[in-house]
């Protein structure tokens, strides 16, 4: 039962409803049945749209965190010339060697 869609369920209810309808009073049990069919259809339906939007939030979280952590590393850097080591933009001199920067 759960691996129906639920769209399948509607259209087979819609078409018992329809065609019992059409033949008259005698098929009221299939005109019942396809009832229920639309009834789980609707069910089925309502049921996807209370878990969808669950699993798009969960999707969604941890892009927001890689965005926030890749503005840390792309701050500015500078390296010093002589020995190599990373210096502060605003250094003049390396706190390594003693380097003039700027
Ligand atoms: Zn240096």
């Known amino acids: ?14 078409f018992v409803t329809i065609t019992s309808t059409k ?4 098929l009221t049990m299939f ?17 996807k749209m209370l878990t969808a939007p669950k699993e798009s939030h969960k999707g969604h979280a941890p892009q927001v ?8 590393h792309n701050g500015p850097k500078r390296y010093c010339p ?3 080591s990373q210096a502060i933009v605003h250094d003049n001199y390396c706190k390594h060697c003693g380097m003039r920067l700027r």
């Open 1 to 14: 039962m759960t691996g129906i869609h639920w769209l399948i369920w509607l259209v087979v209810g819609l």
């Open 23 to 26: 033949l008259g009073g005698k």
């Open 31 to 47: 005109l019942w049945v396809g009832i229920l069919f639309i009834v789980i259809g609707i069910g089925k339906l309502a049921y």
């Open 65 to 72: 965190h890689k965005t926030t952590h890749h503005e840390v």
């Open 82 to 84: 002589k020995c190599g």
